[in-house]
């Protein structure tokens, strides 16, 4: 008797506890702009997610670790730079790795979700991925003009399926339904080539549904819009899906003819993307936990500078909203963060212990949230191809070092020459086809080794400020914050890792 007594008095003290800690939902959206979202200065209506802000904070400094899909989803789930993958890629080079969409999880990563699943936490995904090699997947060798209703193409879809679910499995989530296994340009038949917030939506609701009373859920949903094809709203079948053809749409939302026409495509998209977000928000009231549920709504890189380490591309949308944490509702919040961040503070509201290997980069956020400081740290950084970058509060430096296999590569059949001999030559105004980035990104100034820009002045990054002696003592400041991440990350990296 004294055997069930004490039973029932640590499953009361187990689910009290399960009660105290939130839950967490994560909303991504991918290729978004500051501007692209009312909060932020949108020219149309995002009510949902301008709510979010509203009974929120408004982080106009959050920044993600790089400007491209893959290694911001990586430091999002694992809380590392993504220069600390490890996957077959990045073990080819004995030299210094471009970061660029090839920072995919292995084996040997761990994630913040296994952390959460192990402190008791229900965990599920839906949505788009993008963190694995798309070769693992029969979806790989479909053709780009198969007929999805093909019996043969239908089973190879759904072998996708079934292996996408047990590989995201693998990382922590209970839970993986209504996936995207990449982007849905390039990555599927042309025939199924179309954005389904509708789908995504299903698979968060499906999730919620499904989640146990006694524990508290982790949900990631990642948004496909507004990353290509920009698509008019009218035109998105909403009875395509990574599965293939439904025989009729998923029925999860309003008509899309309720959405504002005229605001151009992206517009449309978007707000397509904020009704998903309304519809999840929801839920949450109808259940009964919207309070208790830490909610963040962010990008993983604004579309302007994509795949580049400025502002335009790494300095991203984030909102949190959590009314039970005592975050102040309508706050605009300054303070230098970044996606690794977004870990840490997970393992601080869940009270979670690190899983062995987990490395954590980043820095639990509650302390900003609570008003305790408004200094998280002191420098961020960013990394994209053979570019790496320094943020502090007012400067930004950016350094371009490529590694000498890639300095001795021929630039044929635009420019004659190794790489190497073109920038002693100062063919900068040509070599856009072989940016620092790996994508066809052209700026004046852009492929300058060196580039220091004062953000307060300057915030566009036009003037490079770099060889100006009045900001030579920034300029070392600057160069010694790098040397140190290079160094703690341990791969070579110019005169920085040495």
Same mark, same amino acid.
């Given at each position: 008797m004294k055997r069930i007594l004490t039973l029932i008095v640590l499953s009361t003290v187990v689910m009290a506890h399960a009660a105290e800690r939130p839950n967490i939902?994560?909303?991504?959206?991918?290729?978004?702009?500051? *501007? #692209?979202?009312?909060?932020y200065g949108a020219k149309y209506a995002t009510p949902h997610i301008d709510r979010l802000a509203k009974e929120g904070v408004l982080h106009t400094r959050a920044y993600t670790t790089s400007a491209l899909c893959v290694p911001t989803r990586y430091s999002c789930?694992?809380? !590392?730079?993504? #220069?600390?993958?490890?996957?077959?890629? =990045? $073990?080819e080079y004995d030299y210094q790795p471009p970061i660029r969409n090839g920072a995919f999880f292995c084996e040997t990563d761990r994630t913040i979700v296994q952390a959460l699943q192990k402190a008791g936490y229900y965990t599920g995904a839906s949505g788009k991925w993008h963190s694995d090699f798309h070769e693992l997947l029969p979806l790989h060798d479909i053709?780009?003009?198969?007929?999805? *209703?093909?019996?043969?193409? $239908?089973?190879?879809?759904?072998?996708?399926v079934e292996i996408q679910r047990d590989l995201i499995h693998g990382y922590g989530f209970d839970y993986a339904e209504c996936i995207t296994a990449g982007n849905v340009v390039d990555q599927y038949p042309k025939a199924l080539e179309h954005h389904n917030v509708e789908y995504t939506v299903k698979g968060a609701l499906d999730f919620l549904d499904q989640a146990p009373d006694d524990k508290p859920f982790f949900l990631w949903t990642a948004f496909t819009p507004t990353h290509g094809p920009h698509e008019p709203i009218e035109s998105a079948d909403v009875t395509v899906t990574p599965e293939g053809i439904t025989d009729k749409a998923v029925g999860v939302m309003g008509p899309r003819s309720d959405i504002p026409k005229n605001k151009g495509v992206v517009a449309e998209m978007m707000m397509w993307t904020d009704e998903g977000v309304g519809v999840i928000l929801d839920k949450l009231d109808e259940m009964g936990v919207a309070d208790n549920t830490l909610v963040i709504y962010l990008a993983d890189q604004q579309a302007t500078g994509k795949a580049t380490p400025y502002e335009c591309g790494n300095n991203i949308p984030f909102i949190v909203r959590w009314p039970d944490g005592g975050l102040q509702a309508g706050q605009v919040n300054d303070t230098l963060i970044d996606v690794t961040d977004m870990a840490a503070t997970f393992m601080d509201v869940a009270q979670a212990k690190p899983v062995e290997g987990l490395h954590l980069d980043g820095m639990s956020i509650l302390p900003v949230w609570s008003g305790k400081t408004d200094v998280l740290k002191e420098a961020i950084y960013t990394e994209m191809g053979y570019a790496k970058s320094v943020v502090t509060k007012d400067h930004k430096y950016i350094a371009i070092r490529y590694n000498d296999q890639m300095l001795k590569r021929g630039m044929s059949p635009n420019l004659s020459g190794t790489l190497a001999e073109n920038i002693d030559a100062g063919n900068f105004d040509r070599l856009w086809v072989k940016t620092p980035?790996?994508?066809?990104?052209?700026? =004046?100034? =852009?492929?300058?080794?060196?580039? &220091? =820009?004062?953000?307060?002045?300057?915030? %566009?990054? $036009? !003037? %490079? &400020?770099?060889? *100006?002696?009045?900001?030579?003592?920034?300029?070392?400041?600057?160069?010694?914050? &790098?040397t140190g991440y290079v160094q703690d990350i341990g791969r070579p990296f110019g005169e920085f890792g040495e």
């Open positions: 939902l994560v909303l991504i959206g991918d290729d978004q702009n500051m *501007n #692209s979202i009312g909060a789930l694992t809380g !590392s730079y993504p #220069s600390r993958c490890r996957n077959r890629l =990045f $073990k053709p780009n003009d198969a007929d999805p *209703n093909d019996p043969a193409i $239908k089973a190879m879809l759904q072998e996708s980035y790996g994508q066809m990104y052209k700026r =004046f100034g =852009f492929a300058d080794p060196d580039q &220091l =820009f004062d953000l307060r002045k300057d915030p %566009n990054e $036009k !003037s %490079n &400020l770099a060889a *100006n002696p009045e900001y030579q003592k920034v300029m070392k400041e600057m160069q010694v914050h &790098l």
